[in-house]
């Protein structure tokens, strides 16, 4: 929209940005609102990463992996990290149980809170089977930690993925799992990022909240089969973007031969006007993309459909929110 925004000026304080400023009064009136002062101030941009790891039946092999595959991330430059649905286990009702564990006693969690530590990383750990300890129910969650290695919120996946397409696919998570009661929002240093899970990002109606409390970037985690894989993997991703003007990350296991369930693979990035930014195929690979906060703003602007809503109409609202 403003070609300026985008070159990324040489700008590194306060004082040289009010010389800028004043040595143009046209330019100021123009241009440098208070509203584009605080973007080109702001950490408007930021590189994404989304491993697509492989993942075994050997659950240390799997953390260790998983850790190097998060520092090699981090050295090239990665602010915010996430790896895919169920990275410590195989993708199967007959895991769930067998490789749960509770959040902040279990090895999962363990690594995964030093890998974001060390590395100074905002970290969406994919997702884990987590028993609680008080229930000894078994969630399909979600931990994100922040770069000094505290847990900032947990995700347990909403929509547990129970279907039936005859000859086809039939998976029933709801056999071992339980499902999940929130949605699920975190601040960065960066931006808001809503966290859901696979099958969540079949219900707009979580995204749509999920931006409706100020998210910019939607994280899915999710290991989308070779059946729904092809045809609705990267279309979910880019209604998802498109409906809520936001940038939107998959991030998938890669296909492993030797499990019982063959991944899709295709980890990918939207963007807020549907394009795809970055992808790959189904190999182990980590998706980079550089991530631009001022494209969501401009498009909001330029599309106003935000402030176009007729609440007078229709409303989503989140039951729960106090």
């Avoid at 930014?277 to 498009?299: G, K, R, S």
Wanted: net charge positive; charged share 25%.
């Amino acid at each position: 929209m403003f070609g300026f925004v985008s070159l990324r000026l040489p700008i590194n304080s306060k004082s040289n940005f009010r010389n800028l400023k004043s040595s143009n009064s046209n330019l100021q009136k123009k241009f440098f609102s208070a509203r584009y002062f605080a973007t080109m101030e702001g950490k408007k941009t930021f590189k994404f990463a989304g491993i697509q790891l492989m993942v075994g039946e050997d659950k240390s092999k799997n953390l260790e992996n998983a850790r190097a595959k998060i520092n090699e991330a981090a050295k090239k430059g990665a602010n915010i990290v996430s790896l895919p649905e169920c990275f410590n286990c195989p993708y199967s009702t007959d895991s769930f149980g067998p490789y749960s564990e509770a959040i902040g006693s279990g090895p999962s969690s363990e690594i995964l809170s030093k890998a974001a530590h060390e590395n100074k990383i905002f970290l969406i750990g994919g997702s884990i089977p987590e028993k609680d300890p008080e229930t000894s129910k078994v969630y399909n969650t979600s931990l994100i930690y922040g770069p000094d290695g505290k847990l900032l919120a947990k995700h347990r996946k909403v929509h547990l993925f129970d279907v039936n397409i005859p000859g086809k696919i039939t998976f029933q998570e709801s056999l071992t799992l339980s499902p999940g009661e929130s949605i699920t929002t975190v601040d960065t240093d960066h931006c808001k990022i809503g966290v859901a899970i696979c099958y969540d990002i079949r219900f707009p109606e979580l995204a749509l909240l999920s931006a409706s409390k100020g998210a910019k970037f939607l994280i899915y985690p999710g290991a989308f089969n070779m059946t729904t894989g092809p045809l609705h993997w990267e279309l979910l991703q880019r209604a998802r973007a498109l409906d809520n003007q936001v940038f939107v990350a998959t991030i998938s296991p890669a296909r492993n031969p030797d499990s019982k369930y063959q991944a899709w693979g295709h980890s990918t990035v939207v963007s807020p006007w549907g394009k795809i930014i970055a992808t790959t195929e189904h190999n182990e690979d980590i998706v980079y993309a550089d991530i631009d906060l001022t494209q969501v703003d401009e498009i909001r602007e330029q599309i106003p459909v935000w402030k176009q809503k007729r609440s007078d109409l229709y409303e989503i609202r989140d039951v729960k929110q106090k």
